[in-house]
């Protein structure tokens, strides 16, 4: 055999093995879809208090959210972050988010105040295929001013890990803009490090956005 044949059959069962690899990953991130509430799973994390905030934390998908509920959304959306992504490359496209923030494969974690029932923080999330891995992907995590600094963005983004790893994913995924220091030390005080796809700045082309990950210490089942 010569070394042309050896190294085409190679590349062959190396191209074989990268297909079923990746039909693999689509699987799980199918699987994961399918949930009905990944919350039920996980009845003591719905619940939150610290420093006289008590918060109920419920599971939702984008299309059965009621007006009400998209108009909440929207406004902490708009008011948190408006301004910044304003002043990056990006702008700020309020239709797009919308689209966004309310496609039919948009899941959320909700937290609502014991008090009065408002929504005070939420985080929109979906299980998706990330350069042929299957990953959660945060998309937002917002809260309301006045609940900030008291552990509930944690307990969120904990509580997203335990959807993570009990789904099987590979890592949890998330971008954020570099305008926004307070974003980038909350993510790095829950270890999440700048991710190998994140873009780098070159002399001619620069980023105003960084991707972040935590990989799974457990790898996914083969």
């Known amino acids: 055999m010569g070394?042309?044949?050896?190294?085409?059959?190679?590349?062959?069962m190396q191209r074989k093995e990268e297909i079923a690899r990746i039909a693999k990953a689509q699987a799980l991130v199918n699987a994961a879809k399918?949930?009905?509430?990944?919350?039920?799973?996980?009845?003591?994390?719905?619940?939150f208090s610290k420093d006289g905030l008590e918060v109920t934390i419920s599971f939702c998908k984008a299309p059965d959210m009621n007006d009400k509920l998209k108009t909440e959304v929207m406004d902490l959306m708009r008011t948190n972050m408006k301004e910044t992504y304003a002043q990056?490359?990006?702008?700020?496209k309020e239709?797009?988010?919308?689209e966004e923030l309310f496609d039919e494969d948009a899941w959320y974690l909700l937290a609502n105040d014991d008090k009065n029932g408002s929504m005070v923080a939420f985080s929109h999330f979906r299980f998706d295929m990330d350069e042929g891995r299957p990953v959660l992907y945060c998309y937002?995590?917002?809260?309301?001013?006045?609940?900030?600094?008291?552990g509930l963005g944690r307990r969120m983004m904990q509580v997203l890990e335990m959807f993570s790893?009990?789904?099987n994913m590979e890592k949890i995924v998330l971008t954020i803009l570099k305008n926004n220091p307070d974003a980038k030390?909350?993510?790095?005080?829950?270890?999440?490090?700048?991710?190998?796809t994140s873009p780098?700045?070159?002399?001619?082309e620069t980023y105003c956005y960084e991707i972040l990950s935590k990989e799974r210490k457990i790898k996914t089942p083969q």
């Open 88 to 92: 990056s490359d990006w702008g700020w």
């Open 3 to 12: 070394k042309s044949s050896k190294k085409w059959k190679e590349n062959r």
């Open 34 to 47: 399918k949930q009905d509430n990944p919350l039920d799973k996980l009845s003591a994390f719905q619940k």
């Open 95 to 98: 239709k797009e988010k919308s």
């Open 140 to 150: 937002e995590l917002q809260l309301n001013e006045s609940t900030r600094r008291k």
């Open 200 to 204: 780098e700045d070159e002399f001619d």
């Open 165 to 167: 790893w009990q789904a």
């Open 185 to 196: 030390a909350f993510f790095s005080a829950m270890k999440y490090e700048l991710d190998e």
